[in-house]
């Protein structure tokens, strides 16, 4: 899969960047995702397969935020 440097949901644009040992609060994550910096970053360390599922789940988190659904996700995934 090509991975392209940006997507668009909705109306928002969001970048996608590519981290080596993507960290935050000390954990190692696949990638993250910020709705208000319109922003994914995908862990690089990780081979191709991990970095695609990443993306998914990252964009699955932005989706739902779209529709509304952004208090309590984290519970949900
Ligand atoms: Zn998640």
Same mark, same amino acid.
């Given at each position: 899969? /090509?991975?392209?440097?940006?997507? &668009? /949901?909705?109306? &928002?644009?969001? %970048? $996608? +960047?590519?981290? +080596? ?9 696949? *990638? +993250?995702? @910020?709705? *208000?910096?319109?922003? $994914?970053?995908?862990?690089? @360390?990780?081979?191709?397969? %991990?970095? +695609?599922? !990443? #993306?998914? %789940?990252?964009?699955?988190?932005? $989706?739902?935020? !779209?529709?509304?659904?952004? @208090?309590? #996700?984290?519970?949900?995934?």
């Amino acid at each position: 899969m /090509i991975i392209k440097d940006k997507i &668009k /949901i909705g109306t &928002k644009t969001f %970048h $996608i +960047e590519f981290v +080596e040992n993507l960290i935050n609060d000390g954990d190692e994550l696949y *990638g +993250e995702c @910020s709705w *208000g910096k319109g922003r $994914i970053r995908i862990n690089s @360390s990780y081979p191709e397969e %991990h970095q +695609e599922l !990443a #993306l998914l %789940h990252e964009l699955q988190h932005l $989706i739902f935020d !779209a529709l509304g659904y952004r @208090s309590g #996700l984290q519970n949900v995934f």
